[in-house]
């Protein structure tokens, strides 16, 4: 079966007042058709600059190498126009922030029907019928009243649903979801993920999932890609990675999660340090400063992708020392 999305040694650059920066450095995976796989890592690590290189949405001036092909399709070097029909059509994308997302002047029917006029080449008509019928699909309540309503009228976890129904409303192969529970409470998170999950279940569509939550990888996705400092750390299957965390970073992520049972004052682990800026961003393993494994040679290079079990892999030198 060929890749739906395959991504090889994926490089972008952007422009800041420091001079140039790297944000992704050789970032590679792939995806077949109803694959779900998932990016996590801390804010800065390059998750959503990878989903904005996909979308063809990075900042003005930002430079890009490598590749990323869909369908069999260079993305990289599409004109404009060429992408923007991809773009909405067979790449939908749940952005992270729905306020910030949606166009406050405009009702969310006209907002959703958009696509579907512009893609699809519906009526004014026919674009509001299918938007109701999507916005009854993502279980939005009295889903006819909203139509016509505009999206500060809506609770933070509408303006969501309405979100997902505007990167459904062409029925893509691929959907991008970035950080699509940011803000939500924990009741309200798990709908939209249950409902994201059951709605790429019955589409058959990939899912490329972007959180820094492992709970949310451990029940959402197949396999998983931990990024650092812009580059991917550790991959696998799910149950693999979780089985053997090689990475320090990947198991320094584990520690610190919030765990039931801990008792009263208990404080969580940390990593100790902080992501550097990325134009900051050392020559070799970008986890060095913060990593209780470090020597040398983990400053003078990037480490080279080593084999931790069939399907899994860690971009480090010293991942077998516990």
Known sequence: ?????????????????????????????????????????ESGCGKSITALALMGLLPEGARVSGSIRFEGT???????????????????????????????????????????RLHKGLSGAAARAEAL????????????????????????GQRQRVVIAIALACGPDLLVADEPTTALDVTLQREVLDLIQELVREDGMGLLLISHDLGVMADTVQRMLVMYGGTVVESGP???????????????????????????????????????ELID???????????????GDCRRALPAVETVSPGHAVRCIRWQQA
Do not use: W
């Open 133 to 156: 019928r999507l916005l009854e699909r993502v279980r939005l309540p009295q889903a006819a009243q909203r139509l016509d309503a505009h999206p500060h009228q809506l609770s933070g």
């Open 74 to 116: 260079e993305l990289t070097t599409l004109a404009e126009g060429e992408l923007c029909r991809i773009r909405g059509d067979r790449i939908g994308m749940v952005f992270q922030e729905p306020m910030t997302a949606l166009n406050p002047l405009h009702t969310v029917g006209r907002q959703i029907g958009e696509s579907l």
């Open 281 to 295: 961003m050392p020559a070799g393993c970008p986890f060095a400063d913060r990593c209780a494994l470090v020597i």
């Open 1 to 41: 079966m060929s890749d739906l999305l395959s991504v090889s040694d994926l490089r972008v650059t952007l422009h800041t007042a420091r001079g140039p920066a790297d944000a992704l450095r050789g970032v590679s995976f792939s995806m077949a058709r109803g694959d779900t796989v998932g990016l996590i890592g």
């Open 238 to 276: 799910t149950a693999e990675v979780f089985r053997r965390l090689a990475h320090p970073y990947s198991r320094g992520l584990f520690a610190a999660r919030p765990r039931l049972g801990l008792a009263r004052g208990t404080r969580l682990a940390t990593i100790p340090g902080r992501v550097p």
